[in-house]
């Protein structure tokens, strides 16, 4: 997640590495340091074997022990699944929380991606855990996928927006290339 203003990052829920903050698929996020301390003494696991279960056995695979995938998850009838899907809501709402105070307030909740662009439980959800900012769902926007997800009346505007991100990589590597071919042939000129 990322609180953003005037197209700016002012902060994220990301740490050094990605497997901070959210729960995500099989990464565990946001975790206190003296599980890893635990996990070393009582388990006798190595770097390798603590690497290997933050970034590919945790998160909603590790807590569900069915799948890394939302979908998944969201078609089960196993008890697990929904305490996965279930933590994966609350910590999205802890992480809004200071994101919003980061921000000293939001206007909009923004939702892209794979679960966010086509989970509209799990987005219905979160907006329920957002009451106290200010977002009041329009269910039936929220089922048909949006864009605006929110009712006309809310003080905190919820979309729905689709991203690309191989695209807007792609577009930041040739601004990239185009900026170093001109400092090339600018030094080359001055050569």
């Given at each position: 997640?990322?609180?953003?203003?005037?197209?700016?990052?002012?902060?994220?829920?990301m740490?050094?590495?990605?497997?901070?903050?959210?729960?995500?698929?099989?990464?565990?996020g946001?975790?206190?340091?003296?599980?890893?301390l635990?996990l070393?003494?009582?388990?006798?696991?190595?770097?390798?074997?603590?690497?290997?279960?933050?970034?590919?056995?945790?998160?909603?695979?590790?807590?569900?022990?069915?799948?890394?995938?939302?979908?998944?998850?969201?078609?089960?009838?196993?008890?697990?699944?929904?305490?996965?899907?279930?933590?994966?809501?609350?910590?999205?709402?802890?992480?809004?929380?200071?994101?919003?105070?980061?921000?000293g307030?939001?206007?909009?909740?923004?939702?892209?991606?794979?679960?966010?662009?086509?989970?509209?439980?799990v987005?219905?959800?979160?907006?329920?855990?957002?009451?106290?900012?200010?977002?009041?769902?329009?269910?039936?926007?929220?089922?048909?996928?949006?864009?605006?997800?929110?009712?006309?009346?809310?003080?905190?505007a919820?979309?729905?927006?689709?991203?690309?991100?191989?695209?807007?990589?792609a577009?930041?590597?040739?601004?990239?290339?185009?900026?170093?071919?001109?400092?090339?042939?600018?030094?080359?000129?001055?050569?």
């Open positions: 997640m990322c609180a953003l203003l005037n197209g700016k990052s002012i902060a994220s829920s740490g050094f590495t990605a497997v901070d903050g959210l729960v995500m698929g099989s990464r565990c946001s975790l206190d340091p003296g599980v890893l635990f070393m003494d009582e388990l006798k696991m190595d770097a390798r074997a603590l690497e290997r279960l933050l970034y590919k056995e945790s998160g909603l695979l590790g807590v569900s022990g069915i799948s890394s995938d939302m979908r998944a998850l969201s078609e089960s009838s196993d008890p697990r699944a929904a305490e996965a899907i279930e933590l994966f809501v609350y910590r999205i709402g802890r992480e809004l929380g200071s994101l919003a105070a980061a921000l307030g939001i206007d909009a909740i923004v939702f892209t991606a794979g679960i966010g662009e086509h989970s509209a439980p987005r219905a959800a979160i907006c329920r855990a957002a009451a106290w900012l200010g977002v009041e769902l329009d269910e039936a926007a929220n089922n048909a996928g949006g864009p605006r997800i929110s009712t006309p009346a809310s003080r905190c919820a979309w729905v927006i689709p991203t690309n991100e191989e695209l807007t990589i577009r930041h590597c040739l601004a990239l290339l185009n900026q170093n071919n001109s400092k090339e042939c600018n030094d080359e000129q001055h050569a």
